[in-house]
């Protein structure tokens, strides 16, 4: 008697809905959609997976010339949308090639009828996109990513009462619509800006967790912020905004970080400490900082006492501070010696940061300001266990004086090392 042949089960194929979707969400969405030639059940296994990400891979670079595989592209996201079937969560459009064209529009009011929860645009890197009125309809949005676009929110919109994500890269914006749009937005919890024209700026957002700034800000206000838990800040400066800085009688340090109660990990990077130690910078802040326990500070530059100040005061500020990292931005030249009526009556004397367990520095320069403020360090922290070292690039002869002189340093933990890091 023969053996019969028997099929094996097609195990995949009888998988439940939802896992079958997970395992397609991992493929690039054209690899998904033809899946559906594999067989009958395969057909429309594709179309209920809520999660759309159209990117480079969606048509093939050999598919003729870019006017030729634009067209494709339209045309298969237009197929994809026909054919889908259940909610979107998200949709994602991330083209190179891709310009500015009135089906975006068509897409995203379609997207508003199904009410898209997570959606993100990036066309063509040269190429910026007017927000069609249609995405202003996505009231379902939990997190919205836009770059290269103009913002200009119609008349009657009223804020998105769901949306907790929110970030614009690189988008234009006419004068008051952040400060309007952030309070329409009830429950957003992170907020990331790129932003390349001057600007003035004033955030009110009682539940915001997360903020993130880069670029140019002649003013910044965190004015409503009591839950702010990060806060990532980058500005850069002009020559506009230089001579802003030297008209202002504001305390900067105040308006930016008077209102975060709440504040766990600061990043300062590029102008930001700059920014802040414009006009008096006091020595004690109307808060502490009793969560803070990370701080970033980059680019000080250690010819400005102002600048010190800034550093000083967040440090002093932060009881529960556990990790410092620091770079210096110092003009060698500017920094002519030790500014010792600072160092000898202005700065807190009694102060100590009883949690600061490790420094890390960089760019160094052994300027005598900056060797002050190493010696304040060591003398101010009784559990600090290693504060790193690397010098500025500049620096002649590896900065063997240097170190000597830091080793020599009094500390005020006695297990408190100092590694130095020579390139």
């Known amino acids: 008697m023969e053996a019969e042949s028997v ?18 969400m991992c493929l690039p969405l054209r690899d998904a959609v033809r899946t559906s030639i594999l067989s009958q059940k395969w057909r429309y296994k594709w179309v209920t997976i809520p999660e759309l990400v159209f990117d480079d891979t969606c048509v093939p670079n050999s598919s003729g010339s870019l006017a030729v595989i634009r067209n494709k592209f339209v045309n298969f996201v237009d197929r994809v949308l026909l054919l889908h079937r259940g909610p979107i969560q998200k949709f994602k459009l991330s083209v190179s090639y891709l310009q500015s064209i009135p089906d975006i529009d068509q897409w995203l009011l379609y997207l508003s009828w199904r009410e898209v929860k997570e959606l993100s645009i990036e066309l063509e890197e040269k190429e910026w996109l007017k927000v069609p009125s249609s995405l202003f309809s996505c009231q379902h949005l939990t997190q919205l990513e836009l770059f290269r676009c103009e913002v200009r929110p119609p008349p009657t919109f009223k804020g998105f009462t769901n949306l907790k994500s929110l970030s614009f890269q690189q988008s234009f914006f006419e004068s008051g619509v952040i400060e309007n749009l952030l309070p329409c937005c009830p429950h957003l919890e992170s907020f990331s800006l790129a932003y390349f024209d001057t600007l003035s700026l004033t955030i009110r957002a009682p539940n915001l967790k997360y903020l993130r ?7 910044l206000c965190l004015e409503n912020t009591p839950l702010l838990a990060t806060v990532s800040i980058a500005l ?18 105040i308006n930016a970080l008077g209102s975060v109660p709440l504040l766990e990990r600061l ?4 102008y930001f400490v700059k920014h802040l130690s414009v006009n008096k910078v006091p020595s004690r802040l109307p808060i502490k900082y009793e969560h803070l326990k990370k701080l970033e500070l980059y680019q000080v530059g250690f010819e400005d006492v102002n600048e010190i100040s800034v550093a ?3 440090i002093v500020n932060s009881p529960n501070l556990e990790e410092l990292l620091f770079s210096a931005s110092s003009d060698s030249e500017a920094c002519m010696g030790p500014d010792m009526d600072y160092w000898e009556t202005q700065h807190p004397l009694d102060c100590s940061f009883k949690r600061l367990q490790n420094v890390n520095m960089t760019d160094i320069s052994g300027v005598a300001d900056e060797l002050e403020f190493i010696k304040f360090l060591l003398a101010k922290s009784p559990v600090l266990k290693t504060m790193s ?7 002649v002869d590896g900065g063997w004086d240097m170190l000597v002189e830091m080793l020599r340093f009094p500390r005020a933990s006695v297990q408190a090392g ?4 020579q390139d």
Do not use: R
């Open 7 to 24: 099929l094996a089960p097609d195990i995949i194929s009888n998988l439940p809905l939802n896992v079958v979707e997970c395992i397609l």
């Open 213 to 219: 700034l880069e670029g140019e800000f002649k003013d």
């Open 236 to 253: 850069y400066m002009t020559d506009e905004i230089l001579e802003h800085l030297e008209q202002t009688t504001v305390c900067n340090m």
């Open 267 to 270: 990043v300062a990077e590029s």
């Open 312 to 314: 000083i005061c967040l």
């Open 389 to 395: 070292i690397k010098p500025s690039i500049y620096v």
């Open 418 to 421: 100092i590694i130095y890091h």
